[in-house]
């Protein structure tokens, strides 16, 4: 693996950390998105990963500012990919946009450039084709706050070159990621075949009116010893994430709960602007919900 330069597609949720994470350990990081202000919003964000990183992880100041010597910025997609060694793509989870995104892409990337999607619920081969370089593509997905969750599950299609996959475990590895490789194609990959029946069973507790957010969480946590529910994990995912998801869902199946679930996250949440972590609230108030209060417990 001898990768040096690596672009991030899209400055979103886990695109930002995972370009922060990539210039942290050394690599040099073009984050690519669809303008000029989306750009400057990413750029207000990576002060608040360096803050985290230096609590979370002991960074030192001259680690922080060298991690932003890494980083470059730029709304052109052609002169983002000019020196890849590999693309990372974090485009919004919707199959018309990410083919959109991998035609143009194709167009304009080096032969060496592999792409990587950090899709969490699409199959690579959906968009092989449309990479025009199906052996040299495959997806690496990362978890949410990826300083600290640090997954990285690596799944090919059936055409990916082995050494490309090899070489993408190297670099999750480098980046100081645990890599989970997986040894063939599955919706939802590990985290999200385990995830989404959670969270799917929790908002459908709470449509259908059996309980309250706060006493699902509570059931979670105390029964399991997790540290979060379901409600906070989807105030950190991103309650967008879950609605998209649902959405696509409900109307493939039309299943009546999924239908009720789509227009509630939408009606309170969504509408609302109360997003979780990300707008300050969700299903729980930021900085400091509820669920991690001591006597939440009890």
Same mark, same amino acid.
């Given at each position: 693996?001898?990768?040096?330069?690596?672009?991030?597609?899209?400055?979103?949720?886990?695109?930002?950390?995972?370009?922060?994470?990539?210039?942290?350990?050394?690599?040099?990081?073009?984050?690519?998105?669809?303008?000029?202000?989306?750009?400057?919003?990413?750029?207000?964000?990576?002060?608040?990963?360096?803050?985290?990183?230096?609590?979370?992880?002991?960074?030192?100041?001259?680690?922080?500012?060298?991690?932003?010597?890494?980083?470059?910025?730029?709304?052109?997609?052609?002169?983002?990919?000019?020196?890849? !060694?590999?693309?990372?793509?974090?485009?919004?989870?919707?199959?018309?946009?990410?083919?959109?995104?991998?035609?143009?892409?194709?167009?304009?990337?080096?032969?060496?450039?592999?792409?990587?999607?950090?899709?969490?619920?699409?199959?690579?081969?959906?968009?092989?084709?449309?990479?025009?370089?199906?052996?040299?593509?495959?997806?690496?997905?990362?978890?949410?706050?990826?300083?600290?969750?640090?997954?990285?599950?690596?799944?090919?299609?059936?055409?990916? !070159?082995?050494?490309?996959?090899? !070489?993408?475990?190297?670099?999750?590895?480098?980046?100081?990621?645990?890599?989970?490789?997986?040894?063939?194609?599955?919706?939802?990959?590990?985290?999200?075949?385990?995830?989404?029946?959670?969270?799917?069973?929790?908002?459908?507790?709470?449509?259908?009116?059996?309980?309250?957010?706060?006493?699902?969480?509570?059931?979670?946590?105390?029964?399991?010893?997790?540290?979060?529910?379901?409600?906070?994990?989807?105030?950190?995912?991103?309650?967008?994430?879950?609605?998209?998801?649902?959405?696509?869902?409900?109307?493939?199946?039309?299943?009546?709960?999924?239908?009720?679930?789509?227009?509630?996250?939408?009606?309170?949440?969504?509408?609302?602007?109360?997003?979780?972590?990300?707008?300050?609230?969700?299903?729980?108030?930021?900085?400091?919900?509820?669920?991690?209060?001591?006597?939440?417990?009890?």
């Amino acid at each position: 693996m001898n990768y040096k330069n690596v672009t991030i597609a899209g400055s979103g949720v886990l695109g930002y950390q995972i370009a922060f994470q990539t210039a942290f350990h050394g690599f040099n990081v073009t984050v690519y998105d669809i303008n000029d202000d989306v750009l400057e919003k990413a750029k207000a964000k990576f002060d608040t990963l360096s803050k985290a990183y230096k609590n979370d992880l002991n960074a030192t100041q001259e680690q922080i500012a060298k991690t932003g010597q890494n980083l470059s910025y730029t709304s052109d997609l052609a002169e983002a990919v000019k020196n890849a !060694d590999l693309l990372i793509e974090a485009v919004p989870e919707n199959p018309a946009i990410k083919t959109d995104f991998y035609k143009k892409l194709a167009k304009v990337a080096p032969e060496k450039t592999v792409f990587a999607t950090n899709s969490s619920t699409l199959l690579p081969s959906q968009f092989a084709e449309a990479t025009g370089r199906p052996s040299k593509f495959l997806a690496l997905h990362f978890a949410n706050t990826i300083w600290l969750h640090n997954t990285a599950e690596i799944m090919g299609h059936a055409t990916t !070159d082995p050494k490309v996959f090899e !070489d993408v475990v190297e670099f999750a590895k480098a980046i100081g990621m645990l890599p989970l490789p997986l040894h063939k194609e599955q919706p939802g990959y590990i985290l999200n075949s385990l995830l989404v029946p959670l969270l799917s069973a929790a908002t459908r507790l709470l449509v259908t009116e059996v309980a309250d957010p706060q006493t699902i969480d509570k059931t979670w946590m105390k029964a399991t010893g997790a540290p979060v529910g379901p409600f906070g994990i989807l105030d950190v995912v991103g309650i967008t994430t879950a609605y998209n998801i649902d959405k696509m869902a409900a109307e493939k199946t039309q299943d009546k709960i999924k239908l009720k679930t789509v227009k509630y996250l939408k009606e309170n949440y969504i509408d609302k602007n109360k997003l979780g972590v990300s707008t300050g609230e969700g299903f729980y108030k930021y900085p400091n919900p509820a669920y991690k209060d001591p006597g939440f417990l009890q």
